[in-house]
Nanobody
Framework: QVQLIESGGGLVQPGGSLRLSCAASGSASYINTMGWYRQAPGKQRELVADITSSGGTNYVDSVKGRFTISRDNAKNTVYLQMNSLEPEDTAVYYC???????????????WGQGTLVTVSS
């Protein structure tokens, strides 16, 4: 069984920075795209950024220039560096992996438990 374990959320003042991490537990041998989504109170979940296994990235317009997604394939871990945080970034952030290969089995549409990011003075 493969799980996505997130860490790094918390409370930060506007203009501050946080780094989120998401590690795939278990013996994952291949993960293609990994992504970060967020859901603010009363809003739908939205894609924040994703990254392919070869390093190609995609960002929602509202975070371009402020957030950076990266991954360490050897550690099956994806990161989200968030700078210049704004109150509008307040949300629960979720890690997602659409396809994971582990011990000869494919796992589909895996989600982390979510980590709360609060941007407030």
């Amino acid at each position: 069984q493969v799980q996505l374990i997130e860490s790094g959320g918390g409370l930060v003042q506007p203009g501050g920075s946080l780094r989120l991490s998401c590690a795939a537990s278990g013996s994952a041998s291949y993960i293609n795209t990994m992504g970060w989504y967020r859901q603010a109170p009363g809003k739908q979940r939205e894609l924040v950024a994703d990254i392919t296994s070869s390093g190609g990235t995609n960002y929602v317009d509202s975070v371009k220039g402020r957030f950076t997604i990266s991954r360490d394939n050897a550690k099956n871990t994806v990161y989200l560096q968030m700078n210049s945080l704004e109150p509008e970034d307040t949300a629960v952030y979720y890690c997602n992996a659409p396809r994971v290969l582990s011990t000869g089995h494919w796992y589909f549409d895996l989600w982390g438990q979510g980590t709360l990011v609060t941007v407030s003075s």
